[in-house]
């Protein structure tokens, strides 16, 4: 009976993760991936581009936000029929019902899919960033002279930047989930006025600078001060999560601040594992 009811279990759970992969398959298709990992590459070049500080060269470009990888993954589920698509309060209502309301109900798809796809993801991103650098070398009118610095630009380097990047929002959620929920909840809820308030600092921005999670706040804030901070901008780190956070408690009740931050941890957990230089992450970093 015992064996019995191990293989009734193993069937099961075997059953199951087919039947989400499954479903998978309309969550992305592999021509999804290749768009979205080209379009993020595309974002995170985006504005600055190679440049990390004012006007000064850097031979590696700027890393990946989480703001920026939701706004690319919108666009890489357009379906090309002419529609425009946009994010914020232009976000389709195919995207907005469709996508979105299946990772809320399911979110088990995200941890199949970053599995699933999660090396051709960071194939295309790589392959387009490489792109993008020599699109600029052959094609812009100072490309030969931006060449010597460009071509310094390393794999490596690259992906461990992107890995502090993600070190970080990790610590931010750790020390949010340290909070009880009435401040947590307080925080997320009150998001617009706790992080721009003219010349005075609020009491989320000071708890993040106490707690190291930021370099600076807002009304001291230069560019560039912090190379692994975007900086207040709803794209970047920390305003991306922080919004995301509120935006999904708000659209869907069930999902707490405190729940969604856990998912989001445990997903970033995930996907590290499958980044170039991760422990089943594939070597895109030769050079």
Same mark, same amino acid.
């Given at each position: 009976?015992?064996?019995?009811k !191990?293989?009734?279990?193993?069937v099961?759970?075997?059953?199951?993760?087919?039947?989400?992969?499954l479903l998978?398959?309309?969550?992305?298709?592999?021509?999804k991936?290749?768009?979205?990992?080209?379009?993020?590459?595309?974002?995170?070049?985006?504005?600055?581009?190679?440049?990390?500080?004012?006007d000064?060269?850097?031979? +590696?470009?700027?890393?990946?936000?989480?703001?920026q990888?939701?706004?690319a993954?919108?666009?890489s589920h357009?379906?090309?029929?002419?529609?425009?698509?946009?994010a914020g309060?232009?976000?389709?209502?195919?995207?907005k019902?469709?996508?979105?309301?299946?990772?809320?109900?399911?979110?088990?798809?995200a941890?199949?899919a970053?599995?699933?796809?999660?090396?051709?993801?960071?194939?295309?991103f790589?392959?387009s960033l !490489? %792109?993008?650098?020599?699109?600029?070398?052959?094609?812009w009118?100072?490309?030969a %002279?931006?060449?010597p610095?460009l071509?310094?630009?390393?794999r490596s +380097?690259?992906w461990?930047?992107?890995?502090?990047?993600?070190?970080?929002?990790?610590?931010?959620?750790n020390?949010l989930?340290?909070l009880?929920?009435?401040?947590?909840? +307080?925080?997320?809820?009150? !998001?617009?006025?706790? #992080?721009?308030?003219g010349n005075?600092s609020t %009491?989320?921005?000071r708890w993040?600078l106490?707690n +190291?999670?930021?370099?600076?706040?807002?009304q001291?804030?230069?560019?560039g001060?912090?190379p692994y !901070?975007?900086g207040?901008?709803?794209s970047?780190y920390p305003?991306?999560?922080l919004?995301?956070?509120?935006?999904v408690?708000?659209?869907?009740?069930q999902?707490?601040?405190?729940k969604?931050?856990?998912?989001?941890?445990w997903?970033g %957990?995930?996907a590290?594992k499958?980044m170039?230089g991760g422990?089943s992450?594939?070597? #895109?970093?030769?050079?």
């Amino acid at each position: 009976m015992k064996k019995l009811k !191990m293989t009734l279990l193993t069937v099961g759970v075997l059953g199951c993760f087919g039947f989400t992969t499954l479903l998978v398959a309309d969550f992305y298709t592999q021509k999804k991936i290749d768009t979205l990992g080209v379009m993020a590459a595309g974002k995170a070049v985006s504005g600055s581009g190679w440049y990390k500080r004012g006007d000064q060269m850097s031979s +590696q470009p700027n890393n990946l936000y989480l703001g920026q990888l939701l706004y690319a993954n919108i666009y890489s589920h357009n379906p090309g029929d002419g529609t425009w698509w946009g994010a914020g309060n232009s976000t389709s209502d195919v995207y907005k019902n469709g996508w979105r309301t299946m990772i809320v109900n399911k979110p088990s798809l995200a941890y199949v899919a970053v599995k699933q796809y999660g090396p051709s993801f960071f194939t295309a991103f790589d392959n387009s960033l !490489m %792109e993008t650098k020599n699109t600029i070398i052959t094609q812009w009118k100072d490309g030969a %002279e931006r060449a010597p610095v460009l071509n310094k630009f390393s794999r490596s +380097q690259y992906w461990k930047d992107q890995r502090i990047i993600m070190g970080r929002y990790d610590r931010l959620i750790n020390a949010l989930l340290k909070l009880n929920d009435a401040k947590l909840n +307080q925080f997320v809820a009150d !998001m617009d006025s706790q #992080l721009w308030k003219g010349n005075e600092s609020t %009491e989320l921005q000071r708890w993040l600078l106490n707690n +190291q999670l930021i370099g600076a706040i807002p009304q001291e804030y230069k560019w560039g001060d912090d190379p692994y !901070m975007g900086g207040w901008s709803l794209s970047w780190y920390p305003v991306d999560i922080l919004f995301l956070a509120r935006r999904v408690s708000r659209d869907f009740p069930q999902w707490t601040p405190r729940k969604f931050l856990m998912e989001a941890k445990w997903f970033g %957990e995930e996907a590290r594992k499958y980044m170039p230089g991760g422990a089943s992450g594939q070597d #895109l970093m030769k050079k």
